[in-house]
């Protein structure tokens, strides 16, 4: 709202197929494998962009989805049956506060036509090494 009073930011407590989607950009904001293949489908599906962040233990990795398939950069099987893919594991905060402060700024670069990393492109970091941030493309 600093940056610009009449923007509008619209929220889901739920989020699929139907949901009325009317926006420049999507930040992600979940912690499953599920819920962010559904989000980068319709986003692709909308032609915006969908900015995916996650985080594990002390590692994290931003990047934004414009062109390139999400199923791609995760190599994600093509019947899409997600079972063995794990819904929640242990993360250091830090490493959720990191995630998500670089999604927005990316985000925020996005929407001020400023550079961000895009897809398959990805800016990754790990708290534990003594180089915590690095570049490197997915899938």
């Known amino acids: 709202k600093a940056i ?3 923007i509008k930011i619209t929220t889901f407590s739920h989020f699929g ?33 969908y900015v995916f962040c996650s985080a594990l233990a ?12 999400f199923e791609l950069a995760f190599q994600l099987p093509k019947d899409l049956e997600l079972k063995h893919y794990q819904s ?11 995630a998500a402060s670089l999604a927005v700024s990316q985000a ?13 492109d990805a800016m990754f970091f790990d708290l534990d ?5 690095w570049r490197a493309k997915l899938g």
């Open 4 to 6: 610009n009073p009449d």
């Open 17 to 49: 197929e139907n949901s009325k989607l009317n926006s420049s950009i999507l930040l992600d904001g979940t912690d499953n494998i599920k819920s962010k293949l559904v989000m980068a489908q319709m986003a692709r599906k909308k032609k915006i962009p």
């Open 58 to 69: 002390t590692k994290g990795m931003v990047t934004i989805f414009t062109n390139y398939k």
């Open 88 to 98: 929640c594991s242990s993360i250091l905060c830090p490493a959720v506060s990191l």
């Open 108 to 120: 925020i670069s996005f929407l001020l036509k400023k550079p961000f990393v895009t897809a398959p």
């Open 129 to 133: 090494k003594k180089d915590v941030f």
